[in-house]
């Protein structure tokens, strides 16, 4: 099975900070790697997919590179609304699709 | 606009059964793969359950294996996860996921929450 481990676990950041999360592959995975934001009460929401392409309609503060094994997810720009719980999704290999643990951003 | 609305959730004792089903709309349910997902009240999101747009191809995660059942019904565009013997670590808010063209989930249903406990 592929891990993902992500960090940090949580975060603390204030409005209009750059805040960047990681994630890494215990294998190679290509690019097959998707990013959610999750709010409390939620279903997740995909902000990236396909490691760097940006969904549609979501906020190009947004952004995410990588390939391989390590991804990161970079909010250029904190808004307010941006305080939630972010996860990475692995697809390259499965079953399992596994997720990472997630990192929950919260404010300074 | 694409929907997908799961119900069945509930109190069960443990050892019990439950059926949740996912209702999809606004897209071509027969071409899309589609998963169940969970979350434990305050931990991360885990996979549960797999299965292919013609329900061919089905997996299932080691924590569920021999006790759940995912099924779909093209035709009613909907897709459903039996839950036989359950345990009170099967607590959760149960998401369908629909599975993109790129591979990952792009839409998602608003949950249903299991509660085991006796």
């Known amino acids: 099975d592929i891990q993902m481990t992500q960090s940090p676990s949580s975060l603390s950041a204030s409005v209009g900070d750059r805040v960047t999360i990681t994630c890494r592959a215990s294998?190679?995975?290509?690019?097959?790697l998707g990013w959610y934001q999750q709010k409390p009460g939620k279903a997740p929401k995909r902000l990236i997919y396909a490691a760097s392409s940006l969904q549609s309609g979501v906020p190009s503060r947004f952004s995410g590179s990588g390939s391989g094994t390590e991804f990161t997810l970079t909010i250029s720009s904190l808004q307010p609304e941006d305080f939630a719980t972010y996860y990475c999704l692995q697809h390259n290999s499965y079953p399992p699709y596994t997720f990472g643990q997630g990192t929950k951003l919260e404010i300074k | 606009e694409v929907q997908l609305v799961e119900s069945g959730g509930g109190l069960v004792q443990p050892g019990g059964s439950l059926r949740l089903s996912c209702a999809a709309s606004g897209f071509t349910f027969s071409s899309y793969e589609m998963n169940w997902v969970r979350q434990a009240p305050g931990k991360g999101l885990e996979w549960v359950s797999y299965?292919?747009?013609?329900?061919?191809?089905?997996y299932y995660a080691d924590s569920v294996k021999g006790r759940f059942t995912i099924s779909r019904d093209n035709a009613k565009n909907s897709l459903y996860l039996q839950m036989n013997s359950l345990r009170a670590e099967d607590t959760a808010v149960y998401y369908c996921?629909?599975?993109?063209?790129?591979?990952?989930?792009?839409?998602w249903g608003q949950g249903t929450l299991v509660t085991v406990s006796s």
């Open positions: 996921a629909r599975v993109s063209s790129y591979g990952s989930f792009d839409y």
């Open positions: 294998q190679g995975i290509r690019n097959d």
């Open positions: 299965i292919s747009s013609s329900g061919s191809t089905i």
